[in-house]
């Protein structure tokens, strides 16, 4: 049966596998499960790049410091579909390599949400403040060890739902990937409009659900992460809290001796 002679939703419901993920597995993967794809490995690069960066400000001498917060500015000032394509046009240019689309957006995506990342990170880092990482420095601790095992892990809990807001923008710019011919759900859906004239409206609502369903995923694994890390932070502190407690129980079945009671016993005179 023609397009033309079915209705608007069902054409989207005909077309859906291919919106879903192209022709795989006879053919590359395309659509919402490549859209996702390119999500997962730009939010995760962005992620351990921009968590890197941030310490490296944390550590570094004030220049270099000063360095690369510009570098961040600038990264941050540029459009991420300018980005994308010096990334695919300007780099085998320059250096000779040639780097597949999909790879293109991915590091451009990643490069540009780490700028994001890192300023998000540095600020949490900030507002933890210098008490905790003076008193694990006091206790032996290396300023690296510090910021690793106190300051870090404070600041990730603080930061997850910025961090968030930062997965989901970059899932809905993969949408840019277009410039560079990646076959993602963007894409998928302007040759399904082109394929069914006069179902744009259904077409493409039908593509922003499946943005709204990739978006409400990448904001749930942030809000568990969350969940996580505030149920272990509970778990230490009814740990610490227990330990305590015991030990003023023992405290208080055996008290030391004062200073008193023993100076007073010395001073006693012997029996006859």
């Not at 996702?36 to 944390?58: E, F, N, R, S, Y």
């Not at 004239?197 to 694994?221: D, K, M, P, R, T």
């Not at 230490?236 to 055996?254: I, P, Q, V």
Request: glycine share 8%; with cysteine; proline share 6%.
């Amino acid at each position: 049966m023609p397009d033309a002679d079915l209705s608007g939703w069902a054409v989207v419901l005909k077309q859906l596998p291919y919106l879903l993920a192209g022709t795989f597995p006879n053919g590359p993967l395309a659509g919402a499960a490549l859209t996702l794809w390119m999500a997962l490995l730009a939010c995760t690069g962005a992620t351990v790049l921009g968590i890197g960066v941030a310490v490296l400000l944390d550590l570094a001498p004030a220049p270099l410091a000063r360095a690369v917060r510009a570098l961040l500015a600038c990264l941050r000032a540029i459009p991420v579909l300018m980005l994308v394509f010096w990334a695919y046009f300007l780099l085998p240019m320059l250096a000779g390599v040639h780097v597949g689309e999909v790879q293109t957006v991915v590091l451009a995506l990643a490069l540009i949400g780490a700028a994001y990342i890192a300023q998000v990170m540095a600020a949490g880092f900030d507002a933890i403040g210098r008490g905790q990482r003076n008193a694990a420095l006091a206790l032996g601790m290396t300023p690296l060890q510090a910021l690793w095992q106190v300051v870090l892990p404070q600041t990730l809990r603080a930061m997850l739902p910025s961090l968030g807001n930062v997965w989901v923008s970059l899932a809905k710019d993969t949408s840019l990937a277009y410039i560079v011919g990646v076959v993602e759900l963007s894409t998928v859906a302007t040759q399904v409009n082109g394929r069914s004239v006069g179902y744009a409206a259904q077409v493409f609502a039908a593509v922003a659900l499946l943005y709204f369903f990739i978006c409400v995923g990448i904001e749930s694994v942030a809000a568990l992460l969350l969940a996580a890390t505030r149920k272990q932070q509970r778990r230490s502190l009814w740990h610490g809290a227990a330990l305590t407690a015991c030990r003023l129980a023992r405290t208080r079945a055996h008290p030391p001796p004062t200073s008193g009671s023993r100076g007073s016993s010395r001073s006693r005179p012997a029996p006859p």
